[in-house]
C-alpha cells in the first residue's frame, strides 16, 4: 500500500510540474496583453518613421510592395506596444481592407501619401515609389486588445483541459494499478510501477503537445 500511495504522488507530481510550467507561459503572455491593456495612447501623428516606401516597375506592384512593407511595421509597433517581441497578430488584424479602410468598415491604419512616384534609388534603374503612411489608430488597437482577451480565454480554457487531463490520467493509472496489483498478489509489482510510469509518461506527453 506504501507504495501504492508513493506511485500516486510521484505521478501527481509529474503533472503538476507540467501544469505550473504551462501556467508560468499563460501568466507570461496574460502580463503582457494586461500592460497593452494599460496603455491609453493619445491621437498624434506619425513620426517619419511611420512611412513606409515600395518599388516597383509599375503603380500596382509598388503599391504591393509599399502595402507589404506596411504590414510589417504594424507587426513591429503592435510588438512595441505590447512589450513582447515575439508577439505575431492573427490573420484579422492584419487584414489589408480593414487597415486602409476606415471606421466604421475598418480601423484607418494605412493611408496612402501620394500617388506613385518615377524614382531612380533603385540600383540606378527607373522604378516607381509607392508611399504609405502608417498609424495605429485608438480603434485599431481597441481591437487589438479585444483580440489579446480573446487569446487568454482560450489559453485558460486549454490550460483546464490539460489539468483535467492529468488528474483524470493519475486517477485511471493508480486505480488500473491496484487493481493489477492486488490480482497478481504482488509478484509482478516492479513490472506493474514500470508500465504505470510509461503510460503516465505518454498521457502528460499527449497532453503536452495538445494544440
Known sequence: MRSTWC??????AVVLVGGL?????????????RKAARK???????????????YGDNAGSARKVALENAKQRIVELLRQEIGDPDW??????????????????GWGVIAEVDNPKPTTE????KALVARYKVQLTPSYLQAVQTHARQERVGERHLLLV?????????????TGYLRL???????????????????????????????
Open 7 to 12: 506511485l500516486a504522488i510521484l505521478a501527481a
Open 21 to 33: 510550467r504551462l501556467s508560468e507561459c499563460g501568466a507570461s503572455g496574460e502580463r503582457a496583453a
Open 40 to 54: 491609453k495612447p493619445a491621437p498624434k501623428a506619425p513620426p517619419p518613421a511611420d512611412v513606409v516606401d515600395g
Open 88 to 105: 505575431q497578430p492573427s490573420d484579422e488584424l492584419l487584414d489589408l481592407e480593414k487597415l486602409q479602410s476606415g471606421p466604421p468598415k
Open 122 to 125: 533603385v540600383d540606378g534603374d
Open 162 to 174: 490539460r489539468v483535467l487531463g492529468g488528474v483524470l490520467a493519475v486517477l485511471l493509472v493508480t
Open 181 to 211: 496489483e492486488e490480482m497478481t498478489r504482488g509478484y509482478y509489482t516492479r513490472l506493474l510501477r514500470l508500465a504505470a510510469f510509461a503510460v503516465l509518461a505518454l498521457a502528460g506527453l499527449a497532453l503536452l503537445v495538445i494544440a
